[in-house]
């Protein structure tokens, strides 16, 4: 089974920052990135740190998968190229673990049932078969909601309005102690580290030829997460009726409306937003 492209999308949440969101895509798999907000000083060249990891571990996936790396192994060989290049080209060691480049991810492949699914964090896919209700893959609606109910309880305690940015010095200890515990029990991401392969969560989808599947960024999920826009179902039929572009003009219409974050929390007015619709054929 292939993958038709229907439509992509990947827009900054400020047009004058590096885009921290990357996608990439083959005939036979998939793959959206989202790369978490860096918290100090960059250590690798260009933009951010978490745009590096991002729009990299993307050009490897889909360079390992097109030279038919088993997907597992396309992952393990990503990581292990982003660890060999963090090293060499960072401007010095990791003092914290904080300051690792990280990213969520969804990546899709073909599989005979269906499609595989691996998964790092909180990007998500939304699949929906013929004639059938939308199934949701990834925890991204939990993460969401559990990240809303965070930003609000620390900009309460330092009197901020939520979307004060996630590197305001008030935020900070909390965001880097929680970063700190990547790479280590349940908390697993896309980095420079090859270990991560043997923690990512693994999905074997059954699905008939026409099924339509929205991978996106949580950037892009608000819309059905957070902003009360739409449900899921509702998502990805307005992506297929409307266009990526419209619902990313939608989505930025919203957080247009709500700049401080206080009827919607969140660390920033708004997200870099990334989404692929692709059918399988």
Do not use: Q
Request: charged share 30%; glycine share 8%.
């Amino acid at each position: 089974m292939t993958f038709e492209i229907l439509d992509t999308l990947s827009i900054p949440g400020d047009p004058l920052k590096p885009n921290d969101d990357a996608f990439a895509h083959a005939d036979n798999a998939a793959v959206v990135l989202d790369g978490a907000t860096s918290l100090g000083d960059p250590l690798m060249p260009g933009g951010s740190d978490a745009a590096w990891i991002a729009h990299f571990g993307a050009r490897r996936l889909m360079a390992h998968m097109r030279d038919g790396d088993a997907p597992r192994d396309a992952l393990r060989h990503a990581l292990i190229d982003a660890r060999k290049s963090f090293e060499g080209l960072r401007r010095r060691p990791v003092k914290e673990k904080w300051e690792t480049p990280t990213a969520s991810m969804m990546f899709v492949h073909d599989h005979a049932e269906g499609f595989g699914a691996l998964s790092f964090g909180d990007c998500v896919a939304l699949v929906k078969r013929p004639g059938k209700d939308i199934e949701i893959i990834g925890e991204a609606f939990d993460k969401r909601a559990a990240e809303a109910r965070r930003v609000a309880k620390l900009a309460a305690e330092n009197g901020l309005p939520p979307a004060s940015g996630a590197n305001r010095p008030e935020y900070l200890p909390s965001l880097r102690a929680a970063r700190n515990r990547v790479n280590s029990g349940r908390h697993w991401a896309f980095s420079p580290d090859e270990r991560a392969a043997d923690h990512v969560e693994e999905w074997i989808v059954a699905a008939p030829r026409g099924t339509i599947v929205l991978l996106a960024s949580d950037g892009f999920l608000a819309l059905a997460s957070d902003y009360d826009a739409c449900d899921s179902g509702e998502l990805v039929d307005a992506a297929l009726e409307k266009g990526l572009g419209a619902l990313g003009e939608g989505l930025r219409a919203i957080e247009a409306a709500d700049p401080e974050g206080r009827d919607f929390p969140r660390f920033k007015t708004s997200d870099d937003a990334t989404a692929v619709l692709l059918k399988l054929a």
